[in-house]
């Protein structure tokens, strides 16, 4: 089954856009799990379990794994998903780019090695530091087109020929990358004018919308922007706040109550399908 088949599918199965981000950081994970890759392991097994019934899949973000030499608890991770949520998009975030002989380990990276349904990426580098990942026709690639930072305007808002640069990103890969139907646009929840703008020009190509949560994105501007004519279209991402909702022992369960009201919320807005 390909990436665009899956996500339509866990959309409706799971009745959420609700994406859940694994950054687990270790400042802020209960602290009997911080000190060892086991805790962590424990840490990011226990919030999937906990939020897998509201949400449509899982994006870890893979510097919260490397920078800590932990790849491995991330194999385990992606693995734990395949296993026990084989219908959850499992998107690893890892916003590469380079020359297509390095974008080749890249892909090998997030395909084989992590086995992720979808990739994130950049496009700064043009086409050919994509067609690695492009070529894999079955797997998602979600590019880099209005970023939530608010330094993300310094490039992604220039004006170029009286558009944005961002609008531009979103016309070149609905119209060139985007052959095989695989791919994906970032547009953050922080810019809703924008994120109306991007769904006008690309269709109903699948967003992934981080920014509300910690980033403050306003969930009714989200969804009234963002969804596609069906009233799906987004996989609209929460990583802090869901993964630290709890503050003591009963973590999980916070971690799932802020994971159900943050899909019911999205749904109460998004248009009835
Ligand atoms: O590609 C991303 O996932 C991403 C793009 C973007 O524009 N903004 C953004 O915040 N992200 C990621 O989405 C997550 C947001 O985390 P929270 O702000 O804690 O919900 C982090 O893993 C970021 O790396």
């Known amino acids: 089954m390909s990436f665009s088949e899956k996500l339509q599918n866990s959309w409706r199965q799971f009745d959420s856009l609700l994406m859940v981000g694994l950054d687990p950081d270790p400042a802020r994970i209960p602290m009997d799990l911080a000190t060892s890759h086991d805790g962590l392991l424990e ?16 994006k870890p973000q893979i510097a919260y794994f490397s920078s800590i030499a932990a790849e491995p608890v991330l194999e385990k991770v992606c693995a734990f998903i395949r296993d026990q949520y084989p219908d959850h998009v499992l998107v690893l975030d890892s916003k590469r780019g380079d020359i297509g002989s390095t974008a080749e380990q890249y892909a090998a990276e997030a395909f084989d090695r992590y086995v992720a349904d979808a990739v994130t990426i950049n496009p700064y580098m043009g086409l050919d530091s994509a067609q690695p990942y492009l070529d894999r026709t079955d797997k998602g690639v979600i590019v880099l087109c209005r970023t939530s930072n608010p330094g993300g305007s310094d490039l992604q808002a220039l004006d170029v020929g009286g558009k944005p640069l961002y609008l531009h990103v979103a016309e070149m890969i609905a119209n060139r990358w985007n052959q095989s139907g695989q791919c994906g646009l970032v547009v953050g929840a922080t810019f809703p004018d924008e994120l109306a703008k991007v769904r006008q020009v690309v269709g109903n190509m699948p967003l992934l919308v981080p920014g509300i949560g910690a980033q403050g994105g306003d969930i009714a501007a989200t969804c009234k922007a963002g969804c596609d004519s069906a009233g ?31 899909r019911d919320s999205i749904n109460q807005y998004r248009p009835a399908s």
Request: aromatic fraction near 12%.
């Open 232 to 262: 799906y279209g987004m996989m609209i991402n929460s990583s802090r706040a869901i993964l630290y909702a709890g503050k003591d022992e009963h973590w999980a369960q916070a971690s799932a109550m802020a994971a159900s009201q943050t």
């Open 43 to 58: 840490f990011c097994c226990r919030i999937i379990e906990a939020t897998a019934p509201y949400s449509c899949g899982f």
